[in-house]
């Protein structure tokens, strides 16, 4: 894969074409490899089993639920007003 490649320069890519922004996105990870596309976006969320590194090195995203309790859904519910 190219090094210039990840998860924040695909997102960029998917935004761009539908006439968005990185700040219009939410975005959710749990490993390293979401660093970069979480600072990116509007609003960056950390899950609530996400690796320990990625939670001590992003203090300022908020931590969520755990992926195994359909925190996501739970979150994006709560957010749009959707129950």
């Known amino acids: ?49 996400a690796d320990p590194r990625l939670i001590k090195n992003c203090p300022q995203l908020e931590t969520i639920g755990r992926n195994t309790d359909e925190a996501v859904a739970t979150y994006l519910r709560a957010i749009f007003g959707i129950y």
Do not use: H, W
């Open 1 to 49: 894969m190219n090094k210039n490649v990840s998860k924040a320069t695909a997102l960029a890519q998917v935004v761009q074409a539908r006439d968005y922004g990185l700040q219009d996105c939410i975005a959710f990870g749990d490993g390293m490899n979401d660093v970069e596309m979480l600072s990116e976006v509007g609003k960056g969320c950390i899950m609530g089993n």
